[in-house]
C-alpha cells in the first residue's frame, strides 16, 4: 500500500510530518510517499534519516498557508496538496493524509476527485473513545449547512465504517440532538431522523451530548456545525479535566508522592483520553481516501494518521459506501432518497449483510421481491 | 429574601428537594417555601426535620410529571410549577427553583410571567468552570429555533450576568462556531456577530468548542440546540474521564495507594469538575427570577439552585436587564436592534457603568447627546 503524505502541511511541517511518515513506514509497513517543496523536504529528511532515499519525494513547488482561503488555495496549481490528490486520483497512491489546512483540503479534494456517486457533500468522521469501545462522530465540521438527506447520507457512511473499519457489528446509529425524546431537535433533526429510520440501519433515535462516551452508540451523526462544536468540546472538556487533576496531584508532599505511585496506571488512562491516538479525520464522501490530521500533529499524530489512511484503504470502505448507495439509489429510482427505503429494510439488514444479499441476487437474477 | 421550591418536581421528588430546602434554609438563610401536595409533602418534611413547621407549605393539588408535555402540563390549573410562577408574579416570593419538567418550566413560566420587556425569547444560562474562573453558556437550551437578534439578547443578558453575579469585569462575550474565522460558521452566527459587535458589549468574535474551559472567554453565546448539545457534551466527558482515571487508581496495589495518598487532592478536583456544585441553570428573559435544576437533583443539588436563585435576585439582574434593553430600545427606535448601536457605544461602555451614565444624564436632565 503507498500513501501520499503532504510533507508542507500542518503548524510543524516538514519536520515533525517527516518524522512521523518515517515511524509509519518503520512500524507499520506502509511505503509513504512525501509530498513538497524537494529541497526542502530533501534537507529535512536527510537530517532525519540515515538513509535519506527511504522516503520518495514527489516535487510540488507550493505550499497553500494554514489561514490560506479554499478559494486561493485552489489557484496553486503547484501546491503539495494539488499535486498529492493528482497522484490519489492517477491511483498512484491509496490514500493522502495532510496536517494542513483543512478547508483548502476539503476544496481540493473536491475539486481534484469529486465526490463518491450518490454522496452530495462530504463529511468529516472522527473517532472517539468510551466507556466501552470507540464510536464515531460524523461530519465533525465538513458541511455547515445540511438537508436531511444530507445527514442520512452520513448516516450511512458511519455506520459502514464503524462495522467495517472498526468492527463493530449493527452499528447503532443515532442523531445527536438535544433531548431524547421525539419532540426535541430542530427541522432537520426531526426530518433527518425520519428519513434515517426508514432505512436498514440499526437507527435508535436521537442522542445527547452526554450520550456520546457513554458507549451506548456508535455512530453520531449531525451537521458540520453541531460536530464540530462537539469535538472540540470534548477536546477542550478532556484537556481541561486532566489539567485540573494534574494540579490536584501538585497540591502537597503526599498527593505528589500518590502521583508517583500511581503514575504508570496514570499515563496509560491520559493516553486513552489523548485525542492523538486516535490519528486523523476521514474526509469521507471523496472518491478517494483522504485524511486530515490535526494542524499541531506531533509526529506520532502523523504515524496514526497514516494508519487510519490505511485502515480505511485495506477495509474498502469507499468501494462499500458506493455499492451500498448505488445499489438503495437504483432500487428507490427517483424518490431515492425517501421512503422507499423502507420497503427495502428486509432485503439489506446492514451493510455488511448487505453483500451477500447482493450476491445471491446476482445469481438468482436479483428481480425486486419487496 | 423568599424563594418557592418546587417539592414535586425532580426524579427524587419530594425527599430529596425537601433536604436540598433544608440545607438551604440553614446554610444559606434564604426563607424557603415548599410548594406541593400538602399532605405529601408534611410527611416528609416530618420525616426529615425535628421542627415541621419551619418551611410553609403552599398547596398545589397537581404535579407535573417529567416526561409530561409542555402543553398538558399547562392544562393543569393547580400544579405546584404553576401555583409557585404564580406566587412569583404576585411578588410574594422573589424567586422559584424547580428540579421538574424543564419544558413545562419554560411553558408555564412563560405563561404566567412572560418575558421581560424586549427579551423575545427566553434562555437557559448555565455557569460552567473554566481553568481560571467561572464562564456562562447562554442559550443552553430554551429557545432552538433563534433569529439573530434573539442570539443578541441572549449576549446582553449573558454579559449582565457575568459581570453582576460573578464580577466578571468587562466579560468577553462570544459566539459559539465551527471555528474562529470570520468565514466560518453558519448564517445564524454570522448575522448575530454582526449584531452583537455593534453593541458596547466587549465581542471577541468567534469561540470555539475547546475555548469554554480554556478560561479566555466570559459569555458564550449560542443556540439552544447547540448550547444544549455543548453542555451534555461537556457533562459527559467530564464523567467520561473522571471514569477513566478512576479505573487507573483501581489497576493495581500501588496505583490504589497513591489514589489513597493523593485522595483528599482529587476530591477538591472532583468537586471542581462536579457540575452538581455549579448550582442549577437559570431561565434568563422571564419577568421573574426561575431556575431549573437538574432533573436528578441531590440535596445539595437543590440547595445550590436555590444559592444561584438567591444571587439573582440580590444582584437584581433582572432589572438590569429592563433597564439596559430599554435604554438601547428607546435610542434605537425602531432600528432596534441594529447598527444604531454603534453609535451609543460611547454612551454605554457596559452594562455596569451604563448606571452611572443614566444617573448623570437624569441630573442634566439627559438631553440625547450623539
Known sequence: MRIAVDAMGGDRAPGAVIEGALLAQKELGIEVLLVGQKDVVETELARRSSSPTCLPIIPASQAVAMDESPSAALKKKDSSMKVAFELLKRGEVQAFVSAGNSGAMMATGMFVLGNLPHVERPAILVVVPTLTHAAVIIDAGATVDCKPRHLLQFALMGSIYAESVLGTPRPRVGVLSNGEEEGKGNDLT??????????????????????ICGGNIDVVVCDGFTGNVTLKTME???????????????????????????????????????????????????????????????????????????????????????EVLEELSHQAGDKFPGKIWRRIRSKIETAGEKNAVEEEERKGKGDEKD
Open 190 to 211: 426531526r426530518a433527518a431522523s425520519e428519513q434515517i429510520a426508514a432505512t436498514a440501519l440499526n437507527f435508535i433515535g436521537y442522542v445527547e451530548g452526554r450520550d
Open 236 to 322: 477542550g472538556v478532556a484537556h481541561f479535566t486532566v489539567a485540573v487533576l494534574k494540579d490536584a496531584f501538585q497540591k502537597n508532599t503526599l498527593s505528589r508522592l500518590g502521583y508517583l505511585l500511581s503514575r504508570k496506571a496514570l499515563r496509560e488512562a491520559f493516553a486513552r483520553l489523548d485525542h492523538t491516538e486516535y490519528g486523523g479525520a476521514l474526509l469521507l464522501g471523496l472518491d478517494g481516501v483522504a485524511i486530515i490530521a490535526h494542524g499541531g500533529s506531533s509526529p506520532k499524530e502523523i504515524k496514526n494518521a497514516i494508519r487510519v489512511a490505511g485502515e480505511a484503504v485495506s477495509h474498502d470502505v469507499n468501494r462499500r459506501i458506493t
